[in-house]
Structures are given as C-alpha cells and as structure tokens.
C-alpha cells in the first residue's frame, strides 16, 4: 500500500493519480493539429469511415462518450482501490517448525483405526497432523514431502490452513516408494539454516528405516545438531496385523522395518525425542505432547488484511475499448471488402 489506511472500508492507495484525469482534453488544446499535407500521399480506400461520411454502428458522439468512460475506468483502476478488512491480531512466537512425513509405499499399509474404519497409516497422518498444524497459528510452519527423495511441499508460512490443505493433498509414492530420511533431515537443515528464529524444530514422521538418499540419518542428524536445529522423530505403525493368505489367517508385525534404534539416535542428538505411535488415537496423543513441548507463545502482532479491486475497472475498460474498436473495424473491413 502507498498509504497506511486507519479505518476499515474502501480506500485508495495512490489518490495522486486523479490528476491525470483532465490529461486527454489537455493534450486536445495544447498540441497542434496535423497538417492535411503531411497525408496528401497516403491513399486510404476506406477514408469515408475515417472521416466520418460512413457511420458506424455507433455514433460518433457515442463512441467519444465511450472512450471518455473507459479513460475514466483506467484512472479509476490506476489509484489503486481497495477494502480494508477488520484488524486481525495473530500469536507470534519466533519459532519456524516444519514437518517432514514419510510417503513411501510402505505409508500404504491399513493398520490404522480412524473413526471406526481401518484406513492406511498416511490418511490418518493427514487427519492428526493437519489438526496439529491447524493449531500452530503464530509458528512458522512449513512441510516436507519424502519417499526416495526430499522435497519442500511448503515453504515457512504462518498460513497453517493452506500447510494442512498441502498436507491433505500428498499421495503414497509421489515422491518414490524408498525412504530417505536422511536427506529429509538434510533439506529441513538447508531451509533452516539462514533463519533468524530463535526456536528451529522439526517433526520427522516415518514408518521405516532409511533405504535411499545421499546422507545418511545420523550424520544429517549430526549437521542438525551444529545447527541447533531440534528433531522430534515418529514412528508410526501396529505391532500387530491380522493377514489373510493362502494358509488362512495369520498375525504379523506390520513395522517389523521401523528402524526406531535411529529414530531415537536422531533425537537423542538434537535435544528432542522419539514418540512411538501404534494407532490413530496414539498419534494424536503424540502430537497433543508436542504442543506442550513447543507450546504456542501469548505475544500477538496486530494485521489488516487488504482486499484489491482494480481489476474490477481495469477489466471494464479493456471490454468497452473492445467494443469501440469493433465499432470502428467492422465498416472498414466492409469498405475493403466492397474495394
């Protein structure tokens, strides 16, 4: 905005601009007219239209009115104006924390119980850790997406809404169906490394043990650590399974392939800890447990959102410059058609 607004309602951010409304009729008496000879040479077929003894569709006072109305609509769109929302206070903390959840192949597995239906273990991740990140209003909250490589999903924001909408979007083996985990601890380091904030946290979620990626778990853990950077690590699965095969029925471990000896390591090393969850209502519990480790601070900083609308005008003016110049086109294509 140009100018702070101090009261809610329409405003405009560069009310200067108005003075270029008298702009075209000042140009109209101070410049000079064309000289007819400069034009004795060009031959027009169509110079009836042109000089007014052929109409258009729309007369021509009409068509100067019109293009008044769309000078008047850009200056309009040109001030910039806009509605100035309600003051909004949001929780500050200083704390960025980002996410990093496991979507390898394995995150497919239904041991899981969400609200009375079995369901695979990254549906029910989605449901507790969006509720989490929902909750984090005043961190700066970001995600990290991982499977047989890393990526950000979604940089630090303190727009959780839009993090957990991101979250509840991630589909099993968008990113491979391996584990890389110490490459997911090696990026939430990255991003992290040149931030002013004075609490840095990362939540690492997996079901698994590190089975692709260039760095390994506890030398990225390692890095995280010189960095101060605190990991709360997850394993997420069942001890037990019921399974159906060609034999009948049988019990198995499902996370017979968390590796939990690293998972603790990792967050023995960065100064947070290792929460082990077994179902649904236990990671949620988990997660309830993080919200008390890293609570969410009382200080607030006070926002006012701003809505634009010079599209609105901008918008009208190109329609009516269209209509005009459809106006003044149509009898010259006819003129060269006859020619």
Sequence with gaps: MGEAQLTTGFAVAWPWLIALLPLPWVLRYV???ARQRDMQALKVPWFGVVAGERRSWLRRPALAAL??????????????????????????????????????????????VLENRVVNRLV???????????????????????????YLQTPLTFDTETTATLLGEAEIGLA???????????????????????????????????????????QAAEFAAREGLTIYTVGVGADEMMVRDFFG???VNPSADLDEET???????????YFRARDAAGLAEIYRLLDELEPVESDVESIRP?????????????????????AVLRPMRLEGAAA
């Design 31 to 33: 410049l000079p007219e």
């Design 67 to 112: 293009a008044a109305l769309v000078w008047l609509l850009l200056i309009a769109a040109a001030v910039r104006p806009q509605w100035v929302g309600e003051i909004d206070t949001l929780p500050v903390t200083g704390r960025d924390l980002l996410l990093a959840v496991d979507i390898s192949g394995s995150m497919d597995t239904q041991d899981m």
């Design 124 to 150: 029910a991740v989605k449901q507790v850790a969006g509720e989490f990140i929902q909750r984090r209003r005043g961190d700066r909250v970001g995600l990290i997406l991982f499977g047989s490589r890393a």
């Design 176 to 218: 491979g169906r391996e584990t890389a985990i110490g490459d997911a601890i090696g990026l939430a380091v990255k991003r992290l490394r040149e931030d002013s904030a004075s609490d840095r946290v990362l939540i690492l979620l997996t079901d698994g043990a590190n089975t692709s990626g260039e760095v390994q778990p506890l």
């Design 249 to 251: 029925s049988r019990v």
């Design 263 to 273: 998972l603790q390591t990792i967050a023995e090393r960065t100064g947070g800890r």
């Design 306 to 326: 701003v809505d634009e609308l010079f599209y609105w005008p901008l918008g009208l003016a190109y329609l009516l410059a269209g209509i005009a110049a459809a």
